[in-house]
T-cell receptor, first 112, second 112 residues
Framework: ETGVTQTPRHLVMGMTNKKSLKCEQH?????MYWYKQSAKKPLELMFV???????ENNSVPSRFSPECPNSSHLFLHLHTLQPEDSALYLC???????????FGPGTRLTVT | TQLLEQSPQFLSIQEGENLTVYCNSS?????LQWYRQEPGEGPVLLVT?????EVKKLKRLTFQFGDARKDSSLHITAAQPGDTGLYLC????????????FGSGTQLTVLP
């Protein structure tokens, strides 16, 4: 595998389910990100993990819970989601203090 | 709130035509990136500009960063169907390390 991979690519879940999204980066980067992309809205940064900091967007509901066990792996745990959480969830990584980010293909999430 | 505006929102042109899309803000950027996103995929980084007045070329794509570092343009010469996609600009405002702000994008369709 090369670049940034995400699994699953598609996920349909009910409002009472618990699921997790997985992201893995094979670029040797030291920072990873979760973004939400909804129709007709800009990409919304949800969480940042790096050696120096963990940053959370205060507007992200607590039903989204990130986990970063090491610099190559990032998870997004989901529970009791709402239909408005349906979106494309993108993972990205970057190196050092650079702002250039490399994205995975995303997980298309549908909450029914 | 640091707003980043892209225009036009939608653009449909014939193969072989030239086009320019824009990214504007009232704030100064420390750097700016352009990404292209195809359906079902994550954004792919095209270029990063950091110096006011900078011009970069990537084959038929020309990127310009405004002198005051508040705006940027992307010009495509002789567009091809393979150029179809969502073009996103992203900026790092001073003091917001690793936290990119994305525009809503320009959806470009190049018809054969």
């Amino acid at each position: 595998e090369t670049g940034v991979t995400q699994t699953p690519r598609h996920l349909v879940m009910g409002m009472t389910n618990k699921k997790s999204l997985k992201c893995e980066q094979h670029l040797g980067h030291n920072a990873m990100y979760w973004y939400k992309q909804s129709a007709k809205k800009p990409l919304e940064l949800m969480f940042v993990y790096s050696l120096e900091e963990r940053v959370e967007n205060n507007s992200v509901p607590s039903r989204f819970s990130p986990e970063c066990p090491n610099s190559s792996h990032l998870f997004l745990h989901l529970h009791t989601l709402q239909p408005e959480d349906s979106a494309l969830y993108l993972c990205a990584s970057s190196q050092g203090s650079g702002y250039e980010q490399y994205f995975g293909p995303g997980t298309r999430l549908t909450v029914t | 709130t640091q707003l980043l505006e892209q225009s036009p929102q939608f653009l449909s042109i014939q193969e072989g035509e030239n086009l320019t899309v824009y990214c504007n803000s009232s704030s100064v950027f420390s750097s700016l990136q352009w990404y292209r996103q195809e359906p079902g995929e994550g954004p792919v980084l095209l270029v990063t500009v950091v110096t006011g007045g900078e011009v970069k070329k990537l084959k038929r794509l020309t990127f310009q960063f405004g002198d005051a570092r508040k705006d940027s343009s992307l010009h495509i010469t002789a567009a091809q169907p393979g150029d179809t996609g969502l073009y996103l600009c992203a900026v790092a405002f001073s003091g917001s390390a690793r936290q990119l702000t994305f525009g809503s994008g320009t959806q470009l369709t190049v018809l054969p």
